[in-house]
């Protein structure tokens, strides 16, 4: 059952015959995997958290630097250092805390070590394209 509180905030999507009142109880129910949270994977992180999805695993294995905070929005100065997935999720946790009463949003964080090595081949096979 979905409560008056997130009947109002996902209204909207709600009210697209694509979604309906199941569909959202459905988004409420499914896990998305967010490998990277960069760029693009924080703010598809974001969207997702906004849309009502329940649960979200975010995987990454790099912390927030300076350089991150113009194009990385969901990031803050007081992130630098921190693990992207840690500063994500707190970020995620913060925009969905006092509205979600369908079920609280569970984020899980992994520092992958996969994704170094998988960074470094890209870069190495960059590397060797432009020489």
């Known amino acids: 059952m979905i409560s008056d509180g997130d ?3 996902y209204s ?3 009210l697209l015959p ?3 009142l199941h569909g959202q109880q459905r988004i409420d129910q499914a896990t998305v995997t967010v490998v990277g949270c960069g ?8 969207m997702l958290a906004g849309a009502g999805v329940g649960r979200l695993i975010l995987i990454d294995d790099d912390v927030v630097e300076v350089s991150n905070l113009h194009r990385q ?3 803050r100065e007081s992130d630098l250092g921190v693990e992207k ?4 999720r707190d970020q995620l946790l913060g925009l969905t805390a ?3 009463s369908m079920r609280h949003l569970r984020v899980s964080v992994t520092t992958h070590p996969k994704m170094r ?3 470094e081949r890209q870069t190495s096979l960059l590397t060797q394209r432009t020489r």
Do not use: K
């Open 39 to 46: 760029g693009l994977g924080s703010m598809v992180a974001l």
């Open 7 to 9: 009947l109002e905030r």
């Open 117 to 119: 090595s998988l960074r």
């Open 18 to 20: 694509e979604i309906d």
């Open 73 to 75: 929005l969901a990031f």
């Open 12 to 14: 909207r999507q709600i």
């Open 98 to 100: 006092a509205s979600r």
């Open 85 to 88: 997935v840690v500063a994500l």
